[in-house]
């Protein structure tokens, strides 16, 4: 958190330099609200409002992963409705996209991300985590056999569209283990990248299926789906694309990836999903008196409670306490007050 605080008042600064415009020029204020943790989403938050505050600007809430889904619309005409694949090292699911802040959950992840079993790996492997472990894994793979050692692909028996990597990640963490006990040498190099090589592709493979049985499903219930969008940090995985690339032709659909430097977290994509929402009239004031009361923050806010009851169950009970109302009902509702609203005025 205080490294935010450090380093956000520049940041704004150096961003509105290089786009060579000045606060007044703007609009509005988009700031990503959650998920995500709430200390780190605070500082955000609280800087939006007092630009939006400073410069008498709409302000704009973003849900980070809505923003993630949308920016592939900044650089290509993707209309609604499309599939979603959003991997990364904190989220895993599949949605249908039916409009902006509309969606249907149709896979989710049982336990872990493909993200995290990525960077967990690569941590594991003795890797430079540098820029991050997807990528210093993905790189690191290159070198090895990735049919060297047999893991086996999570969830086939089951006809869903949900992903586990768990047990995958258990399993390669054996493998280390028996093949490659301790410190990471130049002796067992090729025996780590045989590994790495081996488990990308049995991660990849099960990405793959769940996707293909959901755009399978999607496109019987909307016929005219034309895009596959896949976004988040693990987007930028070559090999992924590729896989995705054959599934999507398959169902009869386009790819359309964010480029890389969109695919990690970037301030363009919350900016986009903004400028889409503000469209829509889905804006508010600033907080005028930021010390009176909390901030919105939502450390814990779905995307959407609606299921595709082919693949995702009912959802449990559990753990309910303190998470916010999802993106898709509030939007539902905020569009139709301001439906209402604009026909009460052209009654008047």
Request: net charge neutral; glycine share 6%.
């Amino acid at each position: 958190m205080e490294a935010h605080k450090a380093a956000m008042d520049s940041c704004v600064a150096d961003a509105l330099q290089q786009a060579g415009i000045t606060a007044q020029d703007l609009a509005a204020v988009a700031v990503s609200i959650g998920p995500g943790l709430s200390p780190c989403l605070q500082v955000g938050v609280r800087k939006a409002h007092q630009l939006a505050q400073q410069h008498c600007l709409k302000l704009v809430p973003v849900h980070h992963m809505e923003a993630h889904a949308l920016v592939a619309r900044l650089a290509a005409d993707v209309p609604f409705p499309f599939l979603c694949m959003l991997v990364s090292g904190g989220h895993n699911m599949l949605l249908v996209a039916h409009a902006v802040g509309d969606y249907t959950l149709m896979g989710s992840t049982l336990d872990d991300s493909v993200g995290e079993a990525f960077d967990k790996i690569a941590r594991l492997l003795g890797l430079d985590l540098r820029p991050n472990g997807g990528a210093a894994l993905e790189a690191f793979a290159k070198r090895g056999d990735p049919h060297r050692y047999p893991f086996t692909v999570p969830l086939r028996r089951n006809n869903d569209c949900n992903f586990s990597y768990a047990g995958l990640k258990n399993s390669v963490r054996l493998a280390i283990q028996a093949e490659a006990p301790g410190e990471a040498t130049a002796a067992n190099e090729q025996i780590r990248a045989d590994i790495a090589a081996s488990f990308q592709r049995v991660a990849i493979t099960h990405l793959a299926e769940r996707c293909r049985r959901a755009a399978t499903w999607a496109k019987e219930s909307h016929p005219d789906m034309q895009a596959l969008i896949v976004a988040g940090g693990v987007a930028c995985n070559q090999m992924l694309r590729s896989a995705l690339n054959d599934v999507a032709q398959e169902a009869g659909l386009n790819l359309v990836c964010p480029p890389a430097r969109l695919c990690t977290d970037n301030g363009v994509m919350v900016a986009w999903a903004g400028a889409e929402r503000l469209q829509l009239g889905l804006w508010e004031l600033p907080q005028q008196d930021l010390d009176a009361g909390a901030l919105d923050v939502r450390p814990r806010w779905p995307l959407t409670d609606r299921r595709d009851s082919r693949s995702m169950p009912a959802e449990k009970s559990m753990r309910k306490s303190r998470i916010f109302t999802s993106l898709t009902d509030l939007t539902a509702e905020a569009l139709s007050s301001n439906q209402h609203h604009r026909a009460t005025i052209a009654a008047l």
